[in-house]
């Protein structure tokens, strides 16, 4: 008995009609006759506007039927359709290409907004404005500094990283950026364990009482 498995089969190009419409598109478009094909390809519409019933309150319904049949036809069915003929490209046409930024980083761990918006400082004439974007700033970039290298940061770096991203073209309070400390702070949970240990006075009452210890 030969096997007929649906991996062996030509690919469906819209499953939703199934096989038997596609094997009858395949059979329409070997019919050599035009006239018997025109109303053969009109009568496979009828059927496949009854599959998709549900959608049949759509806008140009009847014409995404005919733009069904040639899609199922790989675009090769010659027929008289009563709307222009589609092709591949105005079906699906193909993805516009999307524009990526250019230009290299020079300081990747900070990122290119960082270094946007310092530079978008050199037109600001507002010294307090500056300075205090300018000291959120340096906060924002010790840490992403410590997430990069693991270490906490030399403020004296960062008061140089803020200057070259700006063409040194901005005044920066260095004395407030060198008071900044660090966000971080490290759990130690040997260190937690041991403040409830002494909460409880060196002993886990609790669990003296449930083993019987407790006299």
Do not use: C
């Amino acid at each position: 008995m030969k096997t007929n498995y649906n991996i062996e089969r030509q690919k469906l190009h819209l499953p939703e009609y199934g096989r038997h419409i596609q094997d009858m598109v395949e059979e329409l478009m070997r019919i050599e006759n035009r006239e018997e094909r025109n109303l053969r390809a009109k009568a496979l519409v009828a059927i496949m506007a009854n599959i998709q019933h549900s959608s049949s309150e759509t806008p140009d319904f009847e014409r995404k039927l005919w733009d069904h049949l040639f899609i199922m036809s790989d675009f090769q069915l010659d027929v008289d359709s009563p709307y222009p003929k589609p092709s591949a490209t105005t079906i699906m046409p193909p993805p516009a290409r999307m524009s990526y930024p250019t230009g290299g980083i020079a300081m990747k761990h900070y990122g290119r907004n960082v270094r946007n918006v310092i530079r978008s400082l050199r037109n600001i004439r507002t010294h307090e404005t500056v300075d205090a974007v300018v000291h959120n700033l340096a906060r924002y970039m010790r840490t992403k500094s410590y997430e990069y290298n693991q270490e906490h940061p030399d403020n004296a770096v960062i008061i140089r990283d803020i200057r070259r991203m700006a063409d040194f073209d901005i005044s920066v309070d260095e004395e407030a950026i060198t008071r900044i400390k660090s966000d971080y702070r490290l759990n130690h949970s040997g260190y937690q364990k041991k403040s409830a240990y002494k909460k409880n006075g060196g002993k886990n009452q609790k669990n003296g009482r449930r083993m019987g210890y407790n006299k």
